[in-house]
Structure formats: C-alpha cells, structure tokens
C-alpha cells in the first residue's frame, strides 16, 4: 500500500518523523500531528500534509526494506510539494544548452551566467537562453583581448569617446584580427570558432531585438554542442591568456 506511511518534512524536503499512515494502524503512539515547528538542519517550516488539499505526505515505501522515498507531488491532488525544484515543475527540456559543469568555472559572473543560461533552457525560455549565451560570450571576448593586448592599444576594447565597451561585434572582428597570436597560445581552428560566433551573435541578435525572427526550439537544440565548443575554447584560451601575462 503506497500510503502506508507518512511523514513529516521539512519545505525544503528533509524527513523529520516517519510513521504509519493513520489509515494503516490503530495505536496513535506516534503521531505525525505532533513534533517540532521549524527544521534543524535548514531552518525551514515543517509540514505533514499536501498544502492545496490537506491530505497527509505519502511516502513510497517498503517496510521490509526500511525504504522510504519522498515523492514530488501529492497523490491526492498532484500538487508538487514544496521541496521540488521550481525549475524540475516546469522542466520541458532535459539536459543543457551549454555542456560545462559550472562548478569548474572560477569567478562568480562566469559560472552563473552558464548555471542560468542552462536553467533557462531546461524551461525553454528560449530567447532568455540565447541572450544570457551571448553576454557570456561577449564578456570572455573582452577579457581574453583585454589580457592579450597591452594598455597601450586600449581603443581595441574600449571606444575612448563614448567611454562604452566595443559592441559584440567590433569584439568578434578585435578577435578575428588577432587570430593568429592565439596561436601562441595554444592551436584553435580560428575560422571555425568564429563562424561560429557569428552564428550565436545572430541568434542572440534576433533575440534581443527583433519580434520577427524568432528563434525555435528545434534551432537552439541544434546549436548547443557549437556554443558548448566556442565556449570550452574562450574559457581555455582565457586561462591560456591569464597565464602566459601573470608572469
Ligand atoms: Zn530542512
Ligand atoms: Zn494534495
């Protein structure tokens, strides 16, 4: 029987007191009624029942095994519970637009843009995704020209009368232009990486600016191994960059 067990949880999903389902035994010796308000480990309000219909938290369990499972939603009225991931209610795509585990991104900018783009995408937010790529790309851009560069040559990435940053654009073509002292740094397929940035910037573009050409869902599926590849070679080379100037 599914619901021959109930519990107490805390909103953030940590299991305080697992009893029997009252519908299952007749003793009330321990009751999932009574026990502590708030959890001790996180701080979070302690619940017993479904909060949209009231009926008691089911656990998938096996008593033989002393398996117990929390479940994500109520079976009553299949509300998710409140320690499910509001990303996972509304997840429409599984996997992520860029194949980088953000945890071996140093920094913060860099390794939350890559955690947001991808949560993003797993709820579809197309234009949201392609937005964030593009600004994570346009920011590595800048910092790898920055470092190669010397101050001398400071209008390269940094228009000395508008006192504004060089569009995305005039990054690419800095870029572009200096494509054969990467080398120096390690060996990229230049022509290949900036076609496709291009393609990313026109993405990004369409995006931003224009109602009219929106972008698919079957588009972004298409070009997220070429944004993983351009951006696992502009963080390479901007470590590469780092290194090689620290000195
Ligand atoms: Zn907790
Ligand atoms: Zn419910």
């Given at each position: 029987m599914d619901n021959s067990k109930t519990a107490r949880v805390c909103r953030n999903g940590h299991v305080k007191k697992v009893v029997a389902h009252p519908s299952a035994r007749n003793d009330n010796k321990w009751s999932v009624y009574e026990g502590n308000a708030y959890c001790g480990r996180c701080g979070e309000e302690i619940i017993n029942k479904c909060e949209c219909c009231d009926s008691l938290i089911g656990l998938q369990s096996d008593w033989n095994k002393d398996f117990n499972e929390l479940p994500n939603n109520c079976k009553k009225c299949g509300t998710a519970y409140p320690w499910v991931d509001p990303i996972e209610k509304n997840e429409e795509r599984e996997g992520?637009?860029?194949?980088?585990?953000?945890?071996?991104?140093?920094?913060h900018f860099y390794p939350s843009t890559v955690y947001e783009a991808n949560l993003c995408y797993r709820v579809k937010a197309d234009h949201a995704t392609l937005i964030l790529t593009r600004k994570l790309i346009e920011n590595l851009l800048l910092d790898i020209i920055r470092k190669h560069?010397?101050?001398?040559?400071?209008h390269v990435f940094f228009d000395t009368e508008q006192r504004q940053h060089a569009s995305f654009g005039e990054l690419i073509d800095a870029f572009k232009e200096r494509t054969d002292e990467f080398q120096q740094y390690f060996t990229v397929e230049e022509e290949d990486i900036v076609d496709k940035i291009y393609r990313i910037k026109y993405d990004g573009d369409a995006s931003a600016?224009?109602?009219?050409?929106r972008v698919d869902a079957d588009d972004l599926e298409s070009i997220s191994d070429d944004v993983t590849y351009v951006v696992k070679v502009l963080f390479r080379l901007r470590r590469e960059v780092e290194t090689a100037h620290r000195g």
């Open positions: 992520k637009f860029i194949e980088i585990d953000d945890k071996e991104i140093d920094g560069v010397s101050m001398t040559n400071v600016h224009s109602i009219e050409e």
